[in-house]
């Protein structure tokens, strides 16, 4: 799953193109990796511990994503909430599963909202509830919340809440995002070894083709649209020439005809 979505990320980050890239949540994971804007961060809601270090994930294959960033990302700690940047002032934000684990998804949506600039983009992924591993969620908190099994907890991790991709589509639509573009990957079931896993792998052919929204993670991209904007060009010296109006003249003559009628 990570492998799909770092591919997916590296395509939509690289031709990307400002000064300010914020990704929020997941620091083990570099979605920036692609991007090659000069100031860059990489906030988490809580304190980083030194040991933490970033997925082992396959380099990107495409020459272009090759192309080294200058500098590492720098480390922030700040409540998604609260973003301490100024309004319109990033050019691009990723958010890897970062809704489904705010404290508050609405209010986090709005800060991202807040800080970029006109035209900026942000790129989401998130975990699709109607996917086996939805179903498989959903299953797992009941049993435990009954207390059937303890081996049988929910399979993603319990302070997930799934977003629907339709639905996140409409609070971005309401926050002035305009939707360019989502796409969903992994249709295997929810397994825990990694032959079992293996043995199913023909389901991500075959699912992207004939079952494509039931797969088990969605991306997406969006854009950031400031209605009423106009792109000011270069400044002309032209003066426009102001016509004078035609001037109405009154015919008298046939006026004082019409009266000795």
């Known amino acids: ?57 396959p380099p990107p294959r495409d020459s ?20 301490p940047f100024p309004n319109a002032s990033i050019d691009l934000v990723v958010l890897p599963h970062t809704l489904e684990l705010a404290r508050d998804p609405h209010h986090t949506l709005r800060e991202v909202e807040r800080v970029l600039v006109p035209e900026g983009r942000v790129v989401i992924t998130g975990f699709n509830p109607a996917s086996l591993w939805g179903l498989r969620q959903r299953a797992g908190r009941l049993r435990r919340g009954m207390g059937l099994g ?26 002035g995002f305009e939707v360019e573009g989502g796409r969903f990957g992994c249709w295997r079931p929810p397994l825990h070894t990694g032959q079992w896993l293996a043995r199913f792998e023909w389901m991500d052919a075959v699912g992207e083709r004939w079952w494509p929204v039931l797969g088990a993670v969605y991306f997406l991209e969006a854009v950031k649209r400031v209605r ?10 032209e003066r426009r020439k102001t016509q004078a109006a035609p001037a109405v003249v009154a015919n008298r003559r046939r006026e004082t005809a019409e009266l000795e009628r």
Do not use: K
């Open 1 to 57: 799953m990570l492998e799909w979505e770092q591919r997916r990320l590296d395509q939509a980050v690289t031709d990307v193109f400002g000064f300010h890239a914020l990704q929020l949540g997941l620091p083990e994971f570099d979605g920036l990796r692609a991007n090659r804007m000069p100031h860059r961060w990489v906030a988490s809601d809580t304190l980083i511990a030194p040991e933490v270090q970033a997925l082992v994930l």
């Open 64 to 83: 272009l994503l090759t192309t080294q960033p200058p500098h590492e990302p720098i480390a922030l700690h700040c409540d998604f909430d609260a973003l």
């Open 150 to 175: 303890r081996g049988q907890g929910p399979y993603l991790p319990l302070a997930c809440e799934c977003i629907g991709y339709w639905r996140l589509r409409d609070w971005l639509r309401l926050l």
């Open 228 to 237: 009423g904007m106009r792109l000011v060009g270069l400044a002309r010296n």
